[in-house]
């Protein structure tokens, strides 16, 4: 029996038709499809902006991409074929033969992670992301920005980019490191001014600039008002011990008892965290990869949809391999 660390992915990885591999070849993934449509329908539909969307399944499957694209879209979407993924997954090559390590996932991804590891119940979780991207979504409204990636820099100079491009400061000033994906594969956020200097700056370093097609500023002081709104939601949420190590993306170390000796607290401040706060997935996979005996994993495993982590991972130690679980085909 194998022990695997299971990687998830977050915003980003959506694509029309995830999911419908798993949800044709797989009773259980269709089943977690079809409490995902029940409760996205009840959420949906009380919400102006969500009410006259279709079934979350027909989203994910058929699209269009500009819906599936939204942020208060594509999270519970992402999160759904997720777990699908994992319950077609076990269910083909029988419960123990998943035997989980320890979990990890990209922002977004983390939600999954944490249910996975038996921390937060798959509705709890479903209720949380959707909030969490409708939340994000407005936050991104009210105050235009964007994000820029930046291939080649290491954080000092994603660092350098940021103060430079910050100009007088204000709300057009606001620029920070957001993710730290991979070695050479910086993502800095901010409002769209300071962005659009971003650009010029990295370029005037050597650096390679690319202004992402994403709602805002994720992972920046900007997303401060969803992180209000999903903290009063954690508040209101049960979050049990992990089964096994999980990551925490602020961190990049393992989430642990805070200072009061409560672990569901310090999941639930760390998740509120997460929105202004950069994302440290490189040093995340680097801690799984450094620390065999805690994490125990003998392989890596990423769930549906798409591969962007297996990707990264190769950025990150090459040695690293990485089975997607995206095919069912691929089990066979």
């Given at each position: 029996?194998?022990?695997?660390?299971i990687?998830?992915?977050?915003?980003?990885?959506?694509?029309?038709?995830?999911?419908?591999?798993?949800?044709?070849?797989?009773?259980?993934?269709?089943?977690?499809?079809?409490e995902?449509?029940?409760?996205?329908?009840?959420?949906w539909?009380?919400?102006?902006?969500?009410?006259?969307?279709?079934?979350?399944?027909?989203?994910?499957?058929?699209?269009?991409?500009?819906?599936?694209?939204r942020?208060?879209?594509?999270?519970?979407?992402?999160?759904?074929?997720?777990?699908?993924?994992?319950?077609?997954v076990?269910?083909?090559?029988g419960?123990?033969?998943?035997?989980?390590?320890?979990t990890?996932?990209?922002?977004?991804?983390?939600?999954?992670?944490?249910?996975v590891?038996g921390?937060?119940?798959?509705?709890?979780?479903?209720r949380?992301?959707?909030?969490?991207?409708?939340?994000?979504q407005?936050?991104?409204?009210?105050?235009?920005?964007?994000?820029?990636?930046?291939?080649?820099?290491?954080?000092?100079?994603?660092?350098?980019?940021?103060?430079?491009?910050?100009?007088?400061?204000?709300?057009?000033?606001?620029?920070?490191?957001?993710?730290?994906?991979?070695?050479?594969?910086?993502?800095?956020?901010?409002?769209?001014?300071?962005?659009?200097?971003?650009?010029?700056?990295?370029?005037?370093?050597?650096?390679?600039?690319?202004?992402?097609?994403?709602?805002?500023?994720?992972?920046?002081?900007?997303?401060?008002?969803?992180?209000?709104?999903?903290?009063?939601?954690?508040?209101?949420?049960?979050?049990?011990?992990?089964?096994?190590?999980?990551?925490?993306?602020?961190t990049?170390?393992?989430?642990?008892?805070?200072?009061?000796?409560?672990?569901a607290?310090?999941?639930?401040?760390?998740?509120v965290?997460?929105?202004?706060?950069?994302?440290?997935?490189?040093?995340?996979?680097?801690?799984?990869i450094?620390?065999?005996?805690?994490?125990?994993?003998?392989?890596?495993?990423?769930?549906?949809p798409?591969?962007?982590?297996?990707?990264?991972?190769?950025?990150?130690?090459?040695?690293?391999?990485?089975?997607?679980?995206?095919?069912?085909?691929?089990?066979?």
């Amino acid at each position: 029996m194998n022990s695997t660390i299971i990687l998830c992915p977050g915003q980003g990885a959506q694509a029309v038709g995830m999911g419908k591999l798993w949800f044709d070849a797989s009773p259980e993934a269709r089943a977690v499809f079809a409490e995902a449509d029940r409760l996205m329908a009840e959420l949906w539909a009380a919400d102006d902006a969500t009410a006259g969307l279709p079934a979350l399944s027909e989203v994910c499957f058929g699209g269009p991409a500009d819906v599936l694209n939204r942020t208060d879209v594509s999270q519970p979407a992402i999160y759904t074929a997720s777990v699908a993924c994992l319950a077609g997954v076990r269910a083909r090559l029988g419960a123990d033969a998943v035997s989980l390590a320890a979990t990890a996932g990209l922002s977004l991804g983390e939600y999954t992670a944490l249910h996975v590891a038996g921390a937060i119940g798959f509705e709890d979780g479903l209720r949380l992301v959707a909030l969490r991207g409708r939340a994000m979504q407005d936050a991104a409204t009210a105050t235009p920005s964007g994000m820029v990636a930046l291939i080649g820099a290491d954080e000092s100079q994603a660092a350098e980019v940021c103060e430079n491009a910050r100009g007088s400061g204000g709300e057009d000033g606001v620029l920070v490191c957001a993710n730290f994906n991979a070695p050479g594969q910086v993502v800095v956020s901010g409002s769209i001014a300071a962005c659009e200097r971003a650009v010029g700056v990295a370029e005037e370093m050597g650096l390679r600039a690319k202004a992402l097609p994403v709602a805002g500023a994720f992972h920046s002081p900007i997303m401060a008002p969803a992180a209000e709104r999903l903290g009063d939601a954690l508040a209101a949420t049960t979050i049990q011990e992990p089964g096994c190590v999980v990551m925490s993306n602020v961190t990049g170390e393992p989430h642990t008892p805070g200072e009061r000796g409560s672990m569901a607290d310090s999941i639930r401040q760390r998740l509120v965290e997460q929105l202004t706060n950069p994302v440290r997935w490189a040093a995340c996979c680097q801690w799984l990869i450094g620390h065999p005996q805690t994490a125990g994993g003998s392989e890596f495993g990423e769930l549906s949809p798409g591969k962007t982590l297996g990707g990264l991972m190769r950025r990150i130690d090459r040695r690293t391999k990485v089975k997607s679980y995206d095919d069912p085909t691929s089990l066979e």
